[in-house]
């Protein structure tokens, strides 16, 4: 039975690379202690699972946020400061912008908290906790169910178990599918609502080389952009307010100066959106051979039509 791959919204990535040799991979964080922190222990990480994800502790988890629903952000002070990528910032730069003070082009920086911009809609978003709920999700499914039964069992069940496990408290949470369907995992998140812009680099640093260079290594680009999450005085997410406090994050991120080395291990820790690490051959042959050069082939033809508009 075919059925919708729903990939990963959450996980972390590492890249080793020493003696001409490269292991990589991508998981989920809840899943590091039992799969694989030796490994990567032994290619020279410093941090515990429990370091990286945990629930019963202040961990890296925490300081690490879904901003603005599609980019990842990372808390580097104990004021709620947060570093993102310049094109994750850029709606809210240029929602600043105007002819006669154009943030895009000449940058912006707050000196001090009064001048920092607020910015309606923009949210950061916290991981509480990821939980396997596979089982309470596939309970009242049956083999002999059609598709259609089978999706509204599931999302019967989804919709219920979300509900339930935030009730009475200002958490959200959503359930998605892994692998095929055959695994379910609840993120129960704390959504902060007031962000707002502290500074950002001209484009002309923050974009330079523009998308490509955002996918290519090595990079040019300053592709960086400086928001600051904002809360009640009780610490607790709240809609914009002049009288709300910068954010006191469970972790702060360290910041390092003293540079990498050849050999030293790399990790990544965010959203990715999707991954297609686990393609099959014959999925990569069609992308290959058959989806790309249809997509290539009606771009071109596009592009063709607005060059002679």
């Not at 690379?17 to 590091?32: V, Y």
């Not at 690490?64 to 990842?72: D, E, K, N, W």
């Not at 709620?80 to 994750?88: D, E, S, V, Y």
């Not at 090595?218 to 009288?243: C, L, M, Q």
């Amino acid at each position: 039975m075919l059925r919708k791959i729903t990939l990963s919204l959450v996980a972390l990535q590492f890249v080793f690379s020493a003696f001409l040799k490269a292991d990589e991979g991508m998981w989920l964080p809840l899943f590091l202690k039992s799969l694989n922190e030796a490994d990567m222990q032994s290619k020279g990480l410093k941090l515990s699972a429990e370091d990286i994800y945990s629930i019963n502790k202040s961990s890296l988890k925490d300081g690490i946020v879904h901003f603005g629903g599609g980019c990842t952000g990372e808390i580097v002070s104990d004021q709620g400061l947060l570093f993102t990528n310049h094109h994750c910032g850029y709606g809210q730069i240029q929602s600043h912008s105007t002819v006669e003070n154009d943030l895009l082009t000449n940058g912006f920086w707050a000196k001090s908290k009064e001048e920092e911009l607020s910015n309606p809609g923009l949210t950061a978003t916290f991981i509480v906790r990821i939980e396997d709920v596979t089982a309470k999700v596939l309970a009242g499914v049956a083999d002999n169910m059609s598709d259609a039964d089978r999706d509204k069992k599931i999302n019967e069940a989804i919709a219920a178990i979300t509900k339930e496990s935030v009730k009475d408290t200002h958490y959200g949470a959503y359930i998605r599918p892994f692998f095929n369907g055959n695994e379910y995992y609840m993120f129960v998140t704390e959504t902060f609502k007031d962000v707002r812009l502290v500074g950002a680099p001209p484009s002309s640093i923050g974009k330079f080389g523009g998308d490509t260079d955002n996918w290519m290594w090595p990079r040019h680009t300053g592709d960086f952009s400086i928001f600051r999450i904002y809360a009640n005085k009780d610490n607790k997410p709240a809609e914009y307010s002049k009288d709300n406090v910068p954010y006191k994050p469970k972790y702060v991120i360290p910041i390092s100066l003293k540079g990498a080395e050849q050999g030293d291990f790399t990790m990544v820790y965010g959203f990715p959106g999707r991954t297609t690490e686990y393609l099959s051959s014959f999925a990569v042959d069609m992308i290959m051979n058959v989806s790309d050069p249809a997509k290539v082939k009606i771009r071109e033809t596009k592009l063709a039509i607005w060059d002679k508009g």
